[in-house]
């Protein structure tokens, strides 16, 4: 078994593990779906941080997104994972998590393996996204009806500020980014987020990190 095989299998060994921690959470504990889906959000996040590291061809990276993709595709009309999908709103943001690391990935091995291109849309979606949902709920200050979203002006600074924080901490560690990344990728992912409905933000905020970075960080 290779190395890479290797790390594969614990990799997914975590991702399991995240889920069933949630699946006990929500079973036995009755912790609201809402919660167990934000854990299983963030937590997937930060394990996909790992990718870099220890998986090294696009390849197998495309084959564990689609796994999980599949594994998150078939639960739900099987009755599977309520902790994931007992939602009252309908949003597909679970199916496009796996898309938007798959892609990141690909913009991070595309840019010659330049970690910023992975890193900072990964944790924008698991930490920006999250900080937007959990502070629009307590403090929403006032709704935005826009199209079909549904979002708050709480939850649009929360995004906002804390992907702020997020690049200006990214800068500090020493990653590469421009003044004009700092200050349009913030304010650009907010409005995105904003605007998107459904879950789609899963896949629409990372990509408009890449494109930023791209345009911004040359």
Not at 69 to 94: A, E, F
Not at 141 to 147: G, P
Request: charged share 10%; hydrophobic share 55%; with cysteine.
């Amino acid at each position: 078994m290779t190395v890479e095989m290797t790390n594969i299998i614990l990799l997914s060994a975590y991702f399991l593990t995240l889920f069933a921690v949630g699946e006990i959470a929500y079973r036995y504990f009755h912790v609201n779906a809402e919660i167990t889906r934000k854990w299983s959000h963030i937590g997937s996040g930060l394990l996909a941080l790992l990718f870099p590291a220890y998986l090294h061809s696009l390849g197998w990276v495309a084959s564990i997104c689609a796994l999980f993709l599949l594994i998150l595709y078939i639960s739900k009309p099987l009755g599977l994972l309520p902790s994931i999908h007992q939602v009252k709103r309908q949003t597909y943001g679970s199916l496009l998590f796996p898309v938007a690391v798959f892609l990141s990935f690909w913009a991070f091995q595309a840019k010659g393996n330049d970690l910023v291109f992975f890193y900072l849309p990964v944790l924008t979606l698991a930490v920006c996204d999250l900080a937007a949902a959990l502070l629009g709920q307590k403090y929403p200050l006032r709704k935005i009806q826009l199209y079909a979203a549904s979002k708050s002006w709480g939850g649009l600074l929360a995004f906002l500020i804390s992907s702020l924080i997020l690049n200006l901490l990214m800068y500090q560690a020493g990653f590469r980014l421009s003044v004009a990344s700092i200050v349009c990728i913030p304010v650009l992912t907010a409005i995105v987020e904003c605007i998107t409905p459904k879950g789609f933000d899963n896949l629409t905020i990372p990509a408009t990190v890449i494109a930023l970075l791209q345009l911004l960080n040359s």
